[in-house]
T-cell receptor, first 111, second 113 residues
Framework: SQQGEEDPQALSIQEGENATMNCSYKTSINNLQWYRQNSGRGLVHLILIRSNEREKHSGRLRVTLDTSKKSSSLLITASRAADTASYFCATGGGSQGNLIFGKGTKLSVKP | KAGVTQTPRYLIKTRGQQVTLSCSPISGHRSVSWYQQTPGQGLQFLFEYFSETQRNKGNFPGRFSGRQFSNSRSEMNVSTLELGDSALYLC????????????FGPGTRLTVT
């Protein structure tokens, strides 16, 4: 079953703009992860944020986590055409068992 | 290190047949998980193997089974294929003690006709 929902389901922006995707989840978590999937291919791990962290950066990526609202957001700054992909949040994994994914946000970055 | 590999990459089968998919994890990774991805249901967990034992199982019928070998390579089998089994099957490996980060293979695209 799905843990939560990403919002929006699809996002289309121009190169150079920022892209923000949101994720909500239902149960308590130890951490939350974001993955990227290029069309029809495997998932690539982007960033993991632990439940005691509020914000984390990695290159052009910024992730926030609000455990009181059970939500997270992923910000991609200065988007590039190569960022075109689907982005998924996932909870669980490790000692919490299997990863549970949201339905994903499909990002299209137009050159 | 080489990444997670999956074979075959594409497969076309007929209803009622069975299929076996293979996954080789990253060297040193002992946990292997399988996921099914469809447009309607999204990414759904099938099962996880660790040290040749199934540690966790998703909500799939018994037609879906798997195993893991002593070298951590894993196979999953689907018997009596149905049209609804058409999907991208993803394998992921992870390190023991890692907080949950998984490394995914490119997937096997199964089409059932």
């Amino acid at each position: 079953s799905q843990q939560g929902e990403e919002d929006p389901q699809a996002l289309s922006i121009q190169e150079g703009e920022n892209a923000t995707m949101n994720c909500s989840y239902k149960t308590s978590i130890n951490n939350l992860q974001w993955y990227r999937q290029n069309s029809g291919r495997g998932l690539v791990h982007l960033i993991l944020i632990r439940s005691n962290e509020r914000e984390k950066h990695s290159g052009r990526l910024r992730v926030t986590l609000d455990t009181s609202k059970k939500s997270s957001s992923l910000l991609i700054t200065a988007s590039r055409a190569a960022d075109t992909a689907s982005y998924f949040c996932a909870t669980g994994g490790g000692s919490q068992g299997n990863l549970i994914f949201g339905k994903g946000t499909k990002l299209s970055v137009k050159p | 290190k080489a990444g997670v590999t999956q074979t075959p990459r594409y497969l076309i089968k007929t209803r009622g047949q069975q299929v076996t998919l293979s996954c080789s994890p990253i060297s040193g990774h002992r946990s292997v998980s399988w996921y099914q991805q469809t447009p309607g249901q999204g990414l759904q967990f099938l099962f996880e193997y660790f040290s040749e034992t199934q540690r966790n199982k998703g909500n799939f019928p018994g037609r879906f089974s798997g195993r893991q070998f002593s070298n951590s390579r894993s196979e999953m089998n689907v018997s009596t294929l149905e049209l609804g089994d058409s999907a991208l099957y993803l394998c992921a490996s992870s390190l023991v003690g890692d907080p949950g980060k998984q490394y995914f293979g490119p997937g096997t695209r199964l089409t059932v006709t």
